[in-house]
């Protein structure tokens, strides 16, 4: 069964930095896609970050040059650091794999900007 363990959300101040984890219960390399979305209260879920078949990324224009997506296989771990924070950041943030047309997410971290 697949799990998808998501840490390191919190509150940080506008300007200020956090790094979200993501440990998967087996290879990252076993998805097609994988990464990071987000649904802040009263908005969709929208996509903020993912590695597409392993090579390419993809990243929401609103994050562009603050977040950026990385991994570790060894951990079987996607990161997704974020800088420059807004308060328009604040959401709940998660972890996401695709496996062909299964769709698998994790419980799902809050992320608060704010003063």
């Known amino acids: 069964q697949v799990q998808l363990v998501e840490s390191g959300g919190g509150l940080v101040q506008p300007g200020g930095s956090l790094r979200l984890s993501c440990a998967a219960s087996?290879?990252?390399?076993?998805?097609?896609?994988m990464g990071w979305y987000r649904q802040a209260p009263g908005k969709e879920r929208e996509l903020v970050a993912v590695f597409t078949l392993g090579v390419s990324t993809n990243y929401a224009d609103s994050v562009k040059g603050r977040f950026t997506i990385s991994r570790d296989p060894a951990k079987n771990t996607v990161y997704l650091q974020m800088t420059d924070m807004k308060p328009e950041d604040t959401a709940v943030y998660y972890c996401?794999?695709?496996?062909?047309?299964?769709?698998?997410w994790g419980q799902g971290t809050q992320v608060t900007v704010s003063s």
């Open positions: 087996g290879s990252i390399f076993s998805f097609n896609a």
């Open positions: 996401n794999g695709r496996r062909l047309d299964t769709n698998y």
